[in-house]
């Protein structure tokens, strides 16, 4: 069965880091783009950005809303995306989901929610 | 960016009958060379992450019961569900992902009448 965990979640203050983590199971991970999304709270849905597979260089893309602040990045031994999110803004609160992407996205995670607060 | 625009941002339907959802592209998502729509419909219910209905505009993911069907190609989209059931209740959207930033519509609510 295909999981996908996030963590790493929580309150922080802007201008601040915070690191997320989705770990999986249940699929071959070194095989697969991985994906972010986000939710604002009550808001629609958004694209943060993906990480290919490393068959294809491991290349990142990103929204323009978090490129030069966010990155991500994978372990294909641990079967483990990250999301390394710096400088964050008050408008980076949201319910960050990590996807398996078979373009497109297929399994979703169910979410961690980030507070960007002070 | 490619726009996504659904109508309407939600309806009401009875039991049985029909929801029809529609989206709009601002540029087409349909590339020719791979005879492909990259668009996907995904329906999301409070308190859970979004699950895939529909990719490459028609094609319903595994595990989708048939009443969920889609069709359009190139710039315009319908999502349909032929007979609304209670558990359909949801907020649907629909996704392009042909060409980076990839975008989301603003969301349809569906609710029972």
């Known amino acids: 069965e295909v999981q996908l965990v996030e963590s790493g979640g929580g309150l922080e203050q802007p201008g601040r880091s915070l690191r997320l983590s989705c770990t999986t199971s249940g699929f071959t991970f070194a095989d697969y783009p991985m994906t972010w999304f986000r939710q604002p709270p009550g808001k629609g849905l958004e694209w943060v950005g993906f990480i290919r597979s490393s068959a294809y260089g491991g290349t990142t893309e990103y929204a323009a809303s978090v490129k030069g602040r966010f990155t991500i990045s994978r372990d294909d031994f641990r079967s483990i995306a990250y999301l390394q999110m710096n400088s964050l803004k008050t408008e980076d609160t949201a319910v960050y989901y990590c996807?398996?992407?078979?373009?497109?996205?297929?399994?979703w995670g169910q979410g961690t929610l980030v507070t960007v607060s002070s | 960016d490619i726009v996504m625009t659904q109508s309407p941002d939600s309806l009401a339907v009875s039991v049985g009958e029909r929801a029809t959802i529609s989206c709009k592209s601002s540029q087409t998502v349909f590339p020719g060379t791979t005879n492909k729509n990259y668009l996907a419909w995904y329906q999301q219910k409070p308190g859970q992450p979004p699950k895939l209905l529909i990719y490459w505009a028609s094609t319903r993911q595994s595990g989708v019961p048939d009443r969920f069907s889609g069709s359009g190609s190139g710039t315009d989209f319908t999502l349909t569900i032929s007979s609304l059931q209670a558990e359909d209740v949801a907020v649907y959207y629909c996704h392009q992902y042909y060409s980076p930033p990839w975008t989301f519509g603003q969301g349809t609510k569906v609710e029972i009448k």
């Open positions: 996807t398996r992407d078979t373009f497109p996205a297929d399994y």
